[in-house]
């Protein structure tokens, strides 16, 4: 079992994942980041760590590896057990064990572990395309120190001669603001006789939009009422067909069991982020123990029955 590729696809949507019994990777985003030395710019991303303390089964983990996989639960965990005490003996032995995109574990001398994170993922979603980035050195004293000197070699001067102003070029400078005198006036005039045309179509139209609403009548005559009898599935006793982390698994296996003649739904997410599906709810458990006996024997032996009032956990 390829333990670190679960706990890899559960730190892009988690900031949490438990290893029962050893420990847990813990996630924290940074900001982007900017390297002076190198002159490298890295995008935002989430740091991983990882702590011993925390070693209680959260159940995280091994719901996602009985869904990737199609086990039961149980048998997730069983798996999960047997690889953590393979990782202790080889951690006990002296061995460094890679979890292959999350980093190094290692045991100090005291019995610690020891994390080293290895940061070739980036498990910020946010941060998706984005890359480090290097940018040459902006060197503007350079360019200024070059520009003084050329100025010291080449002085720029303005001799008498080339400031006397030439006498045709004051003619045509009072020629073009003639000109756009004169056309200033004849555009004002012909923008003022559009605007009387639009006005004068414009009264034009409302006078015969009035006189058609003056003729016209209406008639609405009252539409004849619709009753729909809509049944709503109630009851605290739900009997789980499964749970599933893509919702869009969830409308297919609803309309399979319901070709089947379940009243099957949805009933929204666990503490997991699992979407679940029933074959029905039921308003007492005897009720609902006789339809998961003829699920087990008949259709699906991993079935189970969840006790959960919907309208409270809903407030």
């Not at 360019?143 to 045509?172: D, G, M, N, Q």
């Not at 073009?176 to 004068?200: C, F, M, P, R, W």
């Not at 003649?261 to 679940?276: D, S």
């Not at 005897?286 to 339809?291: N, R």
Request: charged share 25%.
């Amino acid at each position: 079992m390829q333990l670190e590729t679960y706990i890899s696809d559960l730190l892009y949507r988690y900031e949490c994942v438990t290893i029962p019994e050893f420990g847990a990777f813990l996630t924290q985003r940074t900001s982007a980041t900017i390297d002076d030395a190198t002159n490298s710019f890295y995008p935002p991303k989430k740091t991983v760590s990882f702590n011993e303390q925390i070693q209680k089964n959260d159940g995280l983990l091994a719901h996602y590896i009985a869904d990737v996989e199609k086990i039961p639960f149980e048998v997730a965990n069983e798996k999960i057990a047997k690889r953590v005490n393979s990782i202790k003996s080889f951690l006990t032995q002296g061995e460094t064990i890679t979890f292959k995109n999350i980093g190094d574990i290692t045991f100090n001398g005291e019995g610690k572990i020891l994390f080293e994170p290895i940061y070739q993922l980036n498990y910020l979603t946010d941060s998706f395309g984005l890359s480090q980035l290097v940018s040459p050195k902006v060197t503007r004293e350079a360019y200024k120190t070059e520009v003084e000197a050329i100025e010291k070699v080449i002085p720029l001067t303005i001799t008498p001669e080339r400031r006397k102003s030439k006498p045709y070029f004051k003619y045509a400078a009072v020629a073009l603001i003639a000109l756009t005198l004169g056309g200033l006036v004849s555009s004002k005039y012909y923008i003022d006789q559009i605007e009387q045309h639009n006005q004068i179509a414009q009264e034009q139209a409302f006078q015969q939009l009035d006189a058609k609403i003056e003729q016209a009548t209406f008639s609405l005559n009252p539409l004849p009422a619709v009753t729909l009898n809509v049944s709503k599935q109630s009851g605290n006793y739900h009997v789980v067909a499964g749970a599933f982390r893509v919702e869009d698994n969830c409308e297919q296996i609803v309309n399979q069991l319901k070709e089947a003649g379940f009243n099957a739904r949805t009933i929204g997410e666990n503490k997991y982020g699992l979407h679940q599906v029933v074959y029905g709810s039921y308003e007492t458990g005897e009720e609902a123990l006789k339809v998961l006996r003829d699920v087990r024997n008949n259709d699906n032996k991993d079935a189970w029955l969840l006790i959960k009032d919907l309208n409270v956990a809903a407030e």
